[in-house]
């Protein structure tokens, strides 16, 4: 759908999901599949118990816009994997500060 509105690269579509991630990370981003996936564990701070293909579409549009590039891309430079590793530790940083909240 973002696809449609913003102008950007034509490229394969970018699936973002939730499911299981690399190193229990709050998002992992998998070039080889066009799928940006969002970890399960975090799938109830987002979407106050509510599920579906289609639940919490902010999230994953900030996800979308932040590594659609990267996951498009069909090659892998060093600078794209350090920009990755960095947005991730940012984005686990921030998830887990999160989740600490919630249990309060």
Do not use: C
């Not at 994997?81 to 984005?91: D, F, G, M, Q, Y």
Request: net charge neutral.
């Amino acid at each position: 759908m973002v696809e449609y509105e913003a102008v950007l690269k034509p490229v394969e579509p970018i699936d973002v999901l939730w499911g299981k991630t690399r190193n229990d990370d709050f998002v992992s981003v998998l070039r080889e599949d066009n799928r940006i996936v969002i970890n399960d564990r975090y799938r109830a701070l987002f979407n106050n118990g509510a599920t579906g293909l289609n639940d919490a579409p902010v999230l994953k549009a900030l996800l979308y816009l932040l590594f659609n590039e990267i996951a498009s891309s069909g090659r892998r430079t060093g600078r794209a994997e350090a920009t990755t590793e960095l947005w991730i530790s940012i984005l686990n940083a921030a998830a887990h500060q999160q989740e600490q909240r919630s249990k309060k």
